[in-house]
């Protein structure tokens, strides 16, 4: 049952039975069908984040989030910080990908700064 659910809940319980179907083979196409239609509004969002740094997250439920209207600025430099990444609405199945992702983003501003 997935009524009710937010977006990531839905994603990983897709993703769960996407699992479930490509270890036993039983309607693979149809969990793989549902996997690609219900995540593709997530990655649209994804890209317009990475790409074009827009955040539109009618629903406050996407990972990223901006912070207020107000951006934070580091003291000691000319470093501005307007998006926050919030670890509780990570789907699983993409966890390892962001969290690198972030990792990766903080080591090229450490040697930038």
Not at 8 to 25: E, P, Q, R, V
Not at 43 to 63: A, K, R, T
Request: aromatic share 12%.
């Amino acid at each position: 049952n997935i009524e009710g659910n937010d977006t990531k809940s839905i994603l990983c319980i897709l993703h769960d039975k996407l699992g479930l179907a490509m270890s036993s083979g039983i309607c693979l196409n149809t969990c793989e069908y549902l996997m690609q239609i219900a995540s593709k509004p997530y990655f649209d969002m994804i890209f317009e984040w990475i790409y074009n740094g827009i955040v539109q997250d009618h629903n406050d439920e996407f990972m990223i989030s901006k912070i207020c209207d107000s951006q934070f600025y580091n003291k000691n430099h000319s470093l501005k910080i307007s998006h926050i990444l919030i670890d509780t609405r990570i789907p699983t199945f993409l966890q390892n990908v962001i969290i690198n992702y972030f990792c990766l983003l903080i080591i090229r501003l450490v040697i930038k700064y």
